[in-house]
């Protein structure tokens, strides 16, 4: 069937003929009453992907959860995506743009068009193993307060390594800084099953991001002003905010190339990332807090910015000038364009109350676990 969604300008074609009418399958066994298994909406945005979903899709039909759906939100792509998925893998659902929103809105857009239980958020570029979704949906089964979770993340190209984009759980410091379970800044360490203990964090990465599609739906989705790169912290912030958990479970394991989109050093991604992180601080931190700490992160922003230009990196200095410049900009023209927290009652977990730049600069320190106690 198709659906022609005018709204948006998506169009839906279905291909799945196993579910009924509720979007449930049942599953029966021979030692248990009849039971329905959630239903698992597995979304990948892509964006001039083609070559990606040739090597990654693959794993991702391969996953044995029995109740899946696998839907492709095509980002305005001008390569020949659309045409290589509808010759090679009917089975996928696909919902087409006809623009490039970006990761923060195109997720939005296209998530308003998936009834689930369970959205999963899957970057194009993520090899799956084929286990990957059960331990997660237990866990969160288990505990209805978890609203988001996400897998253990490897280096696809370095099997051996925690990823960049995730790692074990997202951390964030009284700053501001993100790190993880296994990654301080640029340094990645080697998994040898030090972060096997699914727990509490503080974000869970968008390269493959588990939630509750009612709680997704509830907090206002992720901020449309964001774009792109940090939008998916500033949605864990504002989930705990309103009383619910982010988690790492670390049985679930999957494999990311990173990259894909916008690579390691573009202007593009610098000026998002600096920007994004100013604002997402302004929306969700106490204002007395905001006082204390922006003053400081202006100061080490500005350190970082002429410390690139000095070693002859001019467009890294001018990322950073943008990224302030355009954030004072929200300040005064653009807030209303963002999502705010809808409650401030919840407490956050995996927030470190130290600073990981005077740590990992100053006190030289790489290893996750040499700067926060392993729980």
């Known amino acids: 069937m198709e659906y022609v969604c005018r709204k948006y300008n998506y169009s839906l074609i279905e291909y799945s003929d196993k579910m009924d009418l509720q979007g449930k399958n049942t599953v029966i066994t021979n030692d248990s009453p009849t039971r329905e298994l959630p239903l698992v909406s597995i979304v990948l945005l892509n964006w001039n992907g083609k070559e990606h979903l040739r090597t990654f899709l693959p794993s991702v039909l391969a996953s044995t959860y029995a109740n899946k759906r696998v839907i492709v939100a095509d980002n305005g792509s001008t390569d020949d995506s659309i045409i290589f998925l509808k010759q090679n893998f009917p089975q996928v659902e696909l919902l087409i743009s006809p623009f490039n929103e970006g990761f923060a809105k195109g997720y939005n857009t296209a998530l308003r068009q998936v009834k689930s239980d369970f959205y999963v958020l899957l970057n194009n570029d993520v090899e799956v193993t084929p286990g990957w979704i059960e331990p997660i949906i237990e866990l969160m089964e288990a505990d209805k307060d978890i609203a988001v979770c996400q897998p253990k993340l490897l280096d696809y190209n370095n099997r051996l ?123 969700n931190l106490p204002f007395w807090n905001a006082l204390v700490i922006f003053p400081i992160r202006f100061g080490l922003d500005a350190l970082a910015a002429w410390r690139g230009l000095l070693g002859g990196d001019r467009l890294f200095f001018i990322s950073i000038f943008h990224a302030h410049l355009y954030f004072f900009k929200w300040i005064i023209v653009d807030r209303t364009k963002s999502v705010f927290p809808i409650s401030r009652k919840g407490s956050v977990n995996g927030k470190y109350t130290g600073s990981i730049v005077w740590q990992h600069f100053i006190k030289k320190k790489s290893i996750f676990s040499e700067i926060v106690a392993i729980k």
Not at 247 to 272: A, D, M, Q
């Open 161 to 283: 390594q925690f990823e960049y984009a995730g790692a074990c759980g997202g951390w964030i410091d009284t700053l501001g800084y993100p790190f993880a379970r296994g990654r301080v800044f640029e340094q990645l360490e080697e998994d040898q099953g030090q972060y096997q203990t699914a727990q509490a964090c503080f974000w869970a990465s968008g390269a493959s991001m588990f939630v509750r599609a009612d709680i997704f739906n509830k907090v206002g989705g992720l901020d449309e002003y964001f774009f792109a790169h940090q939008e998916e912290i500033d949605f864990c912030w504002r989930i705990q905010l309103a009383g619910y958990k982010v988690y790492i479970e670390p049985r679930s394991v999957v494999y990311h190339l990173g990259g894909g989109t916008l690579s390691k050093g573009n202007r593009l991604k610098n000026y998002l990332n600096f920007r994004n992180n100013l604002v997402m601080l302004a929306k």
